[in-house]
């Protein structure tokens, strides 16, 4: 049996959950334990949770969890303990040399513990096998088209009728290019641009390898959904903002690997946020705007936890399953690497189970 627990999430704007109620059920039917920590902004209720047989835990408990559970999350986690002890699962955004990332590996490293990173939960060939995507695309998408009608206030969650109203009705109807269109990211951005009447520009693989500049700065606004794990070539540099003919007004970087090498727009260097979803790059005449927040899919947290949970929930039936020690074995290298780099981390081997 395994023993899960859902830990509260420490930033104010995250109302999702990797686990809704409806899957924590069928994990406990097939046996697993599943514990569940209160939470004031969680999108599900701990009354849902405890309907369906979960335990139920105070706010941070997860700290003084048995030593065999497993800690499940989304962000990131609070700066105490200094000692990571647990096998956490979560988006740990620790292997691309992002910010923190050195310090979280120390964490690990000193308390024995294991980051079961969830971007790197994939099949033999690399393929997320449960992700925001779809959402956080159809989200960054509407949030471009919006600014460009005007509507740029504070953002707060919603459900997926009240942003389609408001995508919906009538206003301008700019010309969006999506990056990255053929994935599941790219997917919910073409899919908001349609609810919004608007057919986008459609670029994958092909067309960033022979990138047009002109054409992407053509347009009124570019939504990146491009993840990448090694640098490329800029899409939009400062240059670009200063070009004579630019129309771009409005960037939305869904991919928000700002502090990361991996950075495709580095025209700005820090992400925005619920209360300032924009970002002034340029003013005058040709204004244009950046949107980069990095939890997007958390405006539509019920929509958004069901399909994860979903996804993910079949994968924690068995945590020892080939994804799950790829996950480990990742941890594992980079703990290595980092500790060859700088002799500082103390690098440890744990046997996943």
């Known amino acids: 049996m395994t023993h899960l627990w859902l830990r509260h999430e420490v930033r104010a704007t995250e109302g999702r959950t990797p686990l809704v109620p409806a899957d924590a059920a069928r994990l406990i039917t097939a046996g697993h334990q599943v514990t569940v920590e209160r939470s ?11 309907s369906v047989g979960c335990h139920i835990a105070s706010t941070g408990a997860w700290v003084d969890a048995p030593a065999d559970a497993y800690i499940l999350g989304l962000k ?11 096998h956490h699962v979560y988006f740990g955004h620790a292997y691309k ?3 923190g990332a050195r310090e979280l590996l120390r964490r690990f490293s000193a308390g024995g513990g294991v980051l079961l990173d969830l971007e790197y939960l994939t099949d033999e060939h690399g393929r997320r096998l449960a992700a925001f995507g779809y959402w956080a695309g159809y989200v960054g998408a509407a949030l471009a088209i919006l600014h460009l009608r005007g509507t740029r206030g504070p953002l707060r969650p919603r459900r997926r009728a009240e942003l389609d109203a408001a995508l919906a009705a009538p ?6 290019l999506v990056v990255g ?3 599941r990211c790219g997917e919910g951005a073409r899919d908001a641009c349609a609810v919004a009447g608007i057919r986008p520009t459609a670029w ?3 067309e960033t390898r022979q990138l047009d500049k002109p054409a992407l700065l053509g347009h009124d606004a570019l939504v990146n959904t491009v993840l990448t794990t090694h640098p490329i070539t800029p899409f939009v540099t400062e240059a670009d903002l200063d070009d004579p003919v630019r129309r771009l007004r409005v960037i939305c970087d869904v ?11 580095p025209v700005y260097d820090q992400v925005t946020t619920w209360d300032e979803p924009s970002r002034q790059l340029r003013s005058g005449e040709r204004p244009v705007h950046v949107i980069a927040i990095d939890n997007l899919p958390a405006l539509l947290p019920r929509e958004a936890s069901e399909a994860f949970s979903a996804d993910l929930s079949a994968h924690l039936l068995d945590l020892t399953s080939a994804p799950w020690r790829r996950a480990a074995e990742r941890f594992h290298t980079t703990i290595e690497e980092y500790a060859d780099a700088e002799g500082a981390l103390g690098g440890h081997r744990l046997v996943h189970g």
Do not use: F, N
């Open 76 to 86: 990131e986690l609070p700066p105490v303990p200094a000692t990571l002890r647990h």
């Open 171 to 176: 206003g301008e109807t700019p010309s969006v």
């Open 181 to 183: 269109a053929l994935g």
């Open 97 to 99: 040399g992002q910010h």
């Open 204 to 206: 994958d693989l092909a």
């Open 255 to 265: 991919s928000c690997d700002v502090t990361s090498d991996c950075h495709t727009l």
């Open 40 to 50: 004031p902004h969680r999108v599900c209720t701990v009354e849902e949770y405890e």
